[in-house]
């Protein structure tokens, strides 16, 4: 079977290789030599969409276009993928680049052409087609660590004219990077997937990994599970590279009962815009305690991820008599590096759990849209905002701190994909200023977790929120925080630095000037900077004092305003 499954990945791994000679695509990078993040890697709350390429920790290299096409997208922020490139080719695919630190000709052009129309340095531009072209091999920029970068790097990525994220390994013709690592299995998590059913007599075990004479892996301090009904699996499973101490996600996890294939996921081809379904992937609430990523082998009744193949019962394995079921997991990189572990699972009736107590309430159903109204706040979840029927307990608590009651609705352990529009009652309306007003989330002691901006509509705040939990209403009428300005050494660096921050609502605008005149300013939210380069600008350095003012406005409209005179 998995001779027959090789040949198969044989062929369309050739068939692939004769695709990219068609394509004819070049590298990034003068360099390509390893990576520090890669495709479809677990992170918090998303995949990651592509290749992280390193630089030797230096900013400044070359980025060359992999094909001829079109730049489709330009945007610059101070999170995410700072700034980036997105070029359209020939067959519809888009090539992206992202952290870098600048662009050439044209592309910088008209950077700079919308910053100053906008007054602002964050923009989101979509050239016409072919409004600028680039050719295989034109430099487009430099690389960067600009947005949400952890350190110097090109982050590339392949995306289809449906958005879908495409895997670059079927590229590696082109990058060529080496691997011979394998994957490793650390630990596995089971579950009873009702009342009637157990594993070990409780409603989930979970079980480091040893290795074992041969290479393969078992359970770490037992031979055998007991178990009775329906249990599922997830895995916490590693990948590693050759020449690198990063660990990423295995692309393949297989399932075999009895020898017998049972789950297969294939971790790709995942829409951009499905990239937060991952939260139904992982077990969230294991990550959300703990920090660990268990890859679970059965799919979540509206998991909008197409990653599930071959499954046997939705993935579940129904334990209905009293013998050993060999349970195999294997884990596959793209490069064909394998892991396994081997579960000895005993069926037995008296491994069944004691049935729990369920939380008592409404229940939101996924897949539907939806409302939960109490009067004085409601809840309104588009058909996608849940993964799964969730049972929800309401809570109200009164509170003296917040201008609204505290209310509780369901679980904050719950993954939520889509925003929902949440409303609450001011209670204590005392704000003339009714901009002033923030939705809060908060911890279990009642404490601020999440600000979310809101609009106060006929005495409700009403905000867009992307979790369940506690909420209520508060205030922000503190301005932005700016630091004090450095200007040593100003007229030889040229470069004015601002510390700038705000601790509830968050920054919506910044702007520069010298002497009444607009100078851009670039923020790295990271760290909590904004800069401006003089001569870039076109400051005239002739030796005299100039008034230099910047101004700070967060997402209530609250107001700093820092001036001083400079000599420069």
């Known amino acids: 079977m998995y001779l027959k499954q090789l040949s198969l990945s044989i062929l369309f791994f050739s068939c692939s290789s004769l695709s990219i000679a068609q394509r004819n695509y ?143 390994f079927d590229h590696n013709d082109v990058w060529g990077l080496q691997d011979n690592r394998r994957p490793q299995i650390n630990a596995t998590k089971i579950y009873a997937m009702d009342n009637n059913s157990g594993v070990n007599g409780k409603s989930s075990v979970k079980y480091n990994t040893r290795v074992v004479a041969g290479g393969e892996r078992r359970l770490n301090g037992v031979s055998t599970i007991n178990a009775w009904g329906n249990i599922a699996f997830a895995l916490k499973s590693y990948d590693f590279m050759s020449g690198t101490g990063f660990h990423h996600t295995p692309r393949t996890l297989l399932m075999y009962v009895d020898g017998n294939l049972y789950s297969k996921v294939d971790i790709r081809n995942v829409k951009f815009s499905d990239s937060r379904a991952l939260n139904s992937f992982i077990d969230y609430r294991q990550q959300q305690r703990t920090g660990e990523f ?173 979790e369940l939990g506690r909420f209520a209403v508060f205030k922000d009428v503190t301005a932005p925080y700016v630091g004090p300005l450095q200007t040593k050494n100003l007229r030889q660096t040229n470069r004015i630095v601002m510390k700038m921050g705000d601790g509830l609502s968050g920054i919506k605008s910044y702007k520069g000037y010298i002497d009444d005149k607009w100078v851009l300013f670039e923020y790295d939210q990271k760290t909590g900077t904004a800069f401006c380069n003089l001569s870039v600008e076109n400051v005239e350095k002739d030796n005299t004092f100039k008034t230099f003012k910047f101004v700070v406005t967060d997402n209530c409209n609250n107001e700093r305003v820092y001036e001083k005179k400079i000599l420069y």
């Open 294 to 466: 268990f890859m679970k082998m059965f799919p979540q009744k509206n998991t909008p991820l197409k990653i599930f193949h071959n499954l046997k019962n939705n993935g579940v394995l129904n334990i209905n008599e009293e013998r050993n079921y060999e349970v195999k997991f294997e884990a596959i990189d793209d490069f064909g590096n394998k892991d396994v572990l081997v579960v000895n699972v005993m069926g037995k009736k008296t491994a069944m759990h004691a049935s729990e107590e369920k939380p008592v309430g409404e229940k939101l159903t996924a897949g539907v849209a939806t409302s939960f109204d109490k009067g004085d706040v409601a809840l309104i979840l588009p058909e996608n905002a849940l993964y799964d029927d969730e049972p929800v307990n309401f809570q109200t608590i009164p509170s003296n701190v917040y201008y609204s009651n505290i209310y509780s609705i369901g679980d904050p352990l719950t993954p939520v994909h889509t925003f929902m529009d949440l409303s609450i009652k001011v209670s204590r309306d005392e704000l003339q200023d009714k901009d002033k007003y923030v939705v809060v989330s908060l911890n279990s002691k009642n404490l601020i977790h999440k600000v979310y901006a809101c609009k106060f509509i006929d005495g409700y705040a009403v905000a867009k929120v992307r």
């Open 26 to 168: 070049v590298k990034p990078l003068e360099e390509v030599n390893t990576l520090s993040g890669s495709y479809l890697e677990l992170r918090r709350n998303h995949f990651h969409g592509g290749l992280d390429f390193r630089t030797n920790s230096d900013v400044n290299k070359k980025i060359f276009a992999v094909e001829s096409g079109w730049v489709s997208r330009i945007t610059l922020e101070p999170r995410s993928y700072g700034k980036r490139i997105e070029i359209t080719h020939a067959d519809g695919r888009v090539s992206l680049y992202a952290h870098c630190n600048g662009f050439l000709n044209a592309i910088g052009k008209r950077v700079r052409e919308e910053q100053e129309k906008n007054q602002s340095f964050e923009v989101d531009i979509f050239p016409a087609k072919n409004e600028i072209k680039v050719e295989r091999g034109e430099q487009i920029a430099w690389s960067g660590n600009t947005g949400s970068s952890g350190g110097p790097h090109l982050h590339f990525e392949f995306r289809s004219p449906e958005g879908v994220l495409e895997n670059p």
